[in-house]
């Protein structure tokens, strides 16, 4: 297994610079998430570690080697592509063969060359020798398709197909796995069993693993640490819980979950908290931030609905149901604060009731939960 090191890692496209000084520093199995939009530069980063694109400067690592000029068939790196990239006209047992035939092929004689490639045209001419049959069976039951060795991959599901692409990319044993939006292709329901399939297999082999994704969700719930891009850049490097609850700006804020996100002043610092002023409103954090200009950060989920004869609390706020959203074990409200549309989660039970829209509410927000950007 191997670490995965880049360090000041610049690539560009004739004019355009597509990745800046990109510097990460991924542990030997560690589930590592490469996150952000569209267009980042996440997937050139992939690219990069696998080989298939050079970097205009910087250093690549895959545990002490330096790799710039190594063959991406060199790396030892597996890799999980967005569409699969699967042999339609192979079996499921060829298909994930297919990667020993590669392997055998670098050091073999031109006579044995010649039978490889006669076995990966048509495996009934070529038969494989036992230890090769024994390394694809084992990883087939492994991901639990032992009993599709033999049918098309055609005549698989989607979740099927991505593990027959997994299986392919762990049976040559890597130093790295490398997945380019894997999931991207399968309903939601598919979605939450196959981020827990990977990350079982990640954890019981250990292996390294780079996750390309945009989905947020995804990036949360199966990495150790998440990397989010923006424009070619690393923003910010975390586990997920340190992103969640400490975002180092705004767009990271807005980006991982949910966030209100509201332009202030801050009008007094105290001891152990700040007040801030948001339109005719103030509220008290715990914050102290070194500008005066900045932004509130409130999660949704931090809000409260206070019921009537509530004791007085401080970060109290009335305002008016505009949007009331069902979501089945919470009820999103858009309620109005001023000028000032606020984001409140609220837990649901059975029975209860949901505010309609135009109801008039008081809000609570605690001062720890206020963060200052």
């Known amino acids: 297994m191997g670490s995965v090191v880049l360090d000041n890692l610049i690539k560009d496209f004739g004019e355009t610079r597509v990745l800046k000084n990109i510097n990460l520093d991924i542990k030997e199995g560690e589930f590592f998430a490469l996150l952000g939009p569209s267009g980042c530069g996440k997937t050139t980063t992939m690219r990069c570690v696998a080989g ?185 490097v975390g586990t997920p819980t340190d992103l969640y609850s400490n975002p180092n700006s705004p767009y990271i804020a807005d980006f991982v979950g949910t966030s209100n996100i509201i332009p202030g002043e801050v009008v007094h610092k105290g001891d152990s908290y700040s007040v801030i002023q948001f339109g005719e409103q103030k509220i008290e954090s715990k914050k102290k931030p070194e500008k005066d200009s900045v932004q509130i950060i409130i999660r949704p989920e931090n809000i409260n609905i206070l019921k009537e004869n509530t004791p007085n609390l401080k970060n109290v706020f009335d305002g008016v149901v505009e949007v009331a959203t069902y979501l089945g074990n919470t009820v999103r409200y858009e309620v109005k604060v001023e000028n000032q549309i606020l984001i409140v989660d609220q837990n649901y039970e059975a029975g209860e009731g949901i505010l309609e829209e135009g109801s008039k509410v008081r809000l609570s927000i605690s001062s720890e939960r206020v963060l200052l950007l």
């Open 52 to 236: 298939f694109e050079s970097p205009t400067e910087g250093i690549i690592k895959i545990g002490d080697k330096k790799v710039n000029k190594v063959d991406p068939h060199r790396r030892n790196c597996g890799m999980v592509f967005q569409s699969y990239a699967l042999f339609p006209h192979m079996n499921v047992f060829d298909n994930v063969a297919y990667s020993l035939n590669v392997k055998e092929l670098k050091k073999s004689g031109i006579l044995k060359k010649v039978g490889i490639y006669t076995r990966m045209l048509n495996s009934k001419l070529v038969k494989y020798n036992d230890e090769m049959k024994k390394k694809v069976y084992d990883i087939l039951e492994y991901v639990e398709l032992t009993e599709h060795a033999h049918k098309l991959t055609s005549e698989l599901s989607g979740g099927q197909q991505q593990r027959v692409a997994l299986a392919r990319s762990l049976v040559m044993e890597p130093d790295v796995l490398l997945m380019d939006e894997p999931l991207s292709n399968l309903d939601q329901k598919l979605r939450h069993t196959m981020r827990n399939t990977i990350r079982r297999i990640q954890q019981d082999l250990n292996i390294t693993t780079i996750f390309v994704t945009h989905d947020q969700e995804e990036a949360m719930s199966m990495a150790d640490r998440v990397a989010v891009m923006q424009a070619g850049e690393i923003v910010q």
